[in-house]
């Protein structure tokens, strides 16, 4: 027979309606063997306080996470809670569980939701600077809060304020073909993209060869720049320098082939900036 002092503790209000009384149930489970009938007081008390666990879930909603995976992810916190739950500690099962599911859902966020691996220090500046952000929102100014007064607001310093708006951006990844912001042609993130210039290679090769041109003779100089440089045919630079056709082309091998032993002899000895496995494309040209 129930006394007037335990009606009255068991019409006492809890902080939240989500909150059932379940103290006897969790004192009746711990005692239970394992076995079906403790398998079904464990389910009931799962889903008596499963309301609990899905407005825990709710304040996670518009964060990039579906309402129904946060929902699961809370009943899996609660789950764990009761299977962990000591009632002989003296602890209201609320007070206990509230801290477990809300730590599923912020581990949920951290292992699975983030597109970057973020150090969870700069995890907790983001929410903070988020959180602020948020509450200066609500003032009459509709402008957006400074990085001063957000560091007021979350009581940070600024430029820890500066790294969690950074984070800010780095919860999800924009797609390449996500449209640029200001463009009207429609242009793809991925087209906005650079990519390897291969004109950097023939600034190497002309770097490398520079120095060994500068040391032939001043004919065959001549004869290199006019073919390589002034476009010119074999014919025309013999016809100008009053030599034949075949000589030309003799001199122009002969360059080439000392040029390219010289140049890859220097890359090997690490005295210029060509590479041994590639001939430079000036002396890689014949006739």
Same mark, same amino acid.
């Given at each position: 027979?129930?006394?007037?002092?335990?009606?009255?503790?068991?019409? *006492?209000?809890?902080?939240?309606?989500?909150?059932?009384?379940?103290?006897?149930?969790?004192?009746?489970?711990?005692?239970?063997?394992?076995?079906?009938?403790?398998?079904? @007081?464990?389910? &009931?008390?799962?889903?008596? /306080?499963?309301?609990?666990?899905?407005?825990?879930?709710?304040?996670?909603?518009?964060?990039?996470?579906?309402?129904?995976? !946060?929902?699961?992810? +809370?009943?899996?916190?609660?789950?764990?809670?009761?299977?962990?739950?000591?009632?002989?500690?003296?602890? +209201? =099962?609320? %007070?206990?569980? #509230?801290?477990?599911?809300?730590?599923?859902?912020?581990?949920? =966020?951290?292992?699975?939701? /983030?597109? @970057?691996?973020?150090?969870?220090? #700069?995890?907790?500046?983001?929410?903070?600077?988020?959180?602020?952000?948020?509450?200066?929102?609500?003032?009459?100014?509709?402008?957006?809060?400074?990085?001063?007064?957000?560091?007021?607001?979350? &009581?940070?310093?600024?430029?820890?304020?500066?790294?969690?708006?950074?984070?800010?951006? %780095? =919860?999800?990844?924009? %797609?390449?073909?996500?449209?640029?912001?200001?463009? $009207?042609?429609?242009?793809?993130?991925?087209?906005?993209?650079?990519?390897?210039?291969? +004109? @950097?290679?023939?600034?190497?090769?002309?770097?490398? #060869? *520079?120095?060994?041109?500068?040391?032939?003779?001043?004919? $065959?100089?001549?004869?290199?720049?006019?073919?390589? =440089?002034?476009?010119?045919?074999?014919?025309?630079?013999?016809?100008?320098?009053?030599?034949?056709?075949?000589?030309?082309?003799? !001199?122009?091998?002969?360059?080439?082939?000392?040029?390219?032993?010289?140049?890859?002899?220097?890359?090997? &000895?690490?005295? %210029?900036?060509?590479?041994?496995?590639?001939?430079?494309?000036?002396?890689?040209?014949?006739?």
């Amino acid at each position: 027979m129930r006394t007037p002092a335990h009606h009255r503790a068991s019409a *006492k209000r809890h902080p939240h309606d989500d909150a059932p009384d379940t103290a006897d149930a969790f004192r009746e489970l711990a005692a239970l063997p394992p076995g079906p009938r403790r398998d079904a @007081l464990r389910a &009931q008390i799962v889903e008596a /306080w499963l309301p609990m666990a899905d407005r825990l879930a709710g304040r996670f909603r518009n964060r990039g996470e579906n309402a129904d995976d !946060l929902r699961q992810v +809370a009943a899996l916190g609660l789950v764990k809670a009761v299977d962990r739950y000591d009632p002989e500690r003296g602890k +209201a =099962f609320e %007070s206990y569980a #509230v801290p477990t599911v809300t730590g599923e859902i912020k581990r949920h =966020f951290r292992d699975h939701m /983030w597109t @970057l691996h973020v150090p969870r220090r #700069v995890q907790d500046l983001r929410n903070r600077v988020r959180f602020a952000c948020q509450e200066l929102s609500q003032t009459a100014s509709a402008r957006r809060p400074t990085v001063a007064e957000i560091a007021r607001q979350a &009581q940070l310093s600024e430029d820890e304020v500066r790294e969690g708006l950074e984070a800010l951006e %780095s =919860f999800t990844a924009l %797609s390449l073909d996500a449209e640029v912001a200001g463009v $009207e042609d429609g242009w793809s993130l991925g087209e906005a993209l650079g990519s390897p210039d291969p +004109a @950097l290679d023939t600034v190497v090769d002309r770097e490398a #060869v *520079k120095p060994r041109l500068a040391a032939l003779p001043e004919r $065959e100089r001549t004869i290199l720049y006019m073919r390589f =440089f002034g476009d010119m045919t074999q014919s025309r630079i013999a016809e100008q320098l009053g030599i034949s056709q075949m000589h030309v082309s003799r !001199l122009i091998n002969r360059c080439c082939d000392r040029l390219r032993e010289q140049v890859l002899n220097d890359a090997a &000895q690490g005295l %210029s900036g060509g590479s041994p496995r590639r001939e430079p494309a000036v002396v890689r040209q014949r006739g």
